[in-house]
Nanobody, 114 residues
Framework: QVELVQSGGGLVQPGGSLRLSCVAS????????MGWYRQAPGMQRELIAS???????YVADLVKGRFSMSRDDPENSVYLQMNSLIPEDTAVYYC????????WGQGTQVTVSS
C-alpha cells in the first residue's frame, strides 16, 4: 500500500523560508516520478516541482529561483525547499507519486502573511 506522509509548512512572514518533507512507503522514491503541487482557494491544483526517477528536477517558472526540490534515497523522502516566500505562495501543498496512478500526500497548509 502506497502512503505519502507530509510534514513541515505553517505560517511564515514574507521573505521567509520553509521546508516541506514527504516520506513514502510502499514504493521507492528513486524508482518513480515524484512531485509537489499546490492548490490555493478557488484555484486548480498546479504543479510546482517534480523529480524523475532518473533524478531530473523540474521547477515551474512561477517559483523558479525561489523553490527547489530534492530527494533522499536512503530516507525514501522528497523535499521542497521554499525561499523568499510571498503571500501568493499561500496554498495547500501536496506531495505526489506516479505509480500506476497518482498518489497524494495528505496536504500541508502554507500561509505567507505578516
Amino acid at each position: 500500500q502506497v502512503e505519502l506522509v507530509q510534514s513541515g509548512g505553517g505560517l511564515v512572514q514574507p521573505g521567509g523560508s520553509l521546508r516541506l518533507s514527504c516520506v513514502a512507503s510502499g514504493l521507492r522514491v528513486n524508482e518513480h516520478d515524484m512531485g509537489w503541487y499546490r492548490q490555493a482557494p478557488g484555484m486548480q491544483r498546479e504543479l510546482i516541482a517534480s523529480i524523475s526517477s532518473g533524478g531530473v528536477v523540474y521547477v515551474a517558472d512561477l517559483v523558479k529561483g525561489r523553490f527547489s526540490m530534492s530527494r533522499d534515497d536512503p530516507e525514501n523522502s522528497v523535499y521542497l525547499q521554499m525561499n523568499s516566500l510571498i503571500p501568493e505562495d499561500t496554498a495547500v501543498y501536496y506531495c505526489s507519486a506516479d505509480y500506476w496512478r497518482i498518489y497524494w500526500g495528505q496536504g500541508t497548509q502554507v500561509t505567507v502573511s505578516s
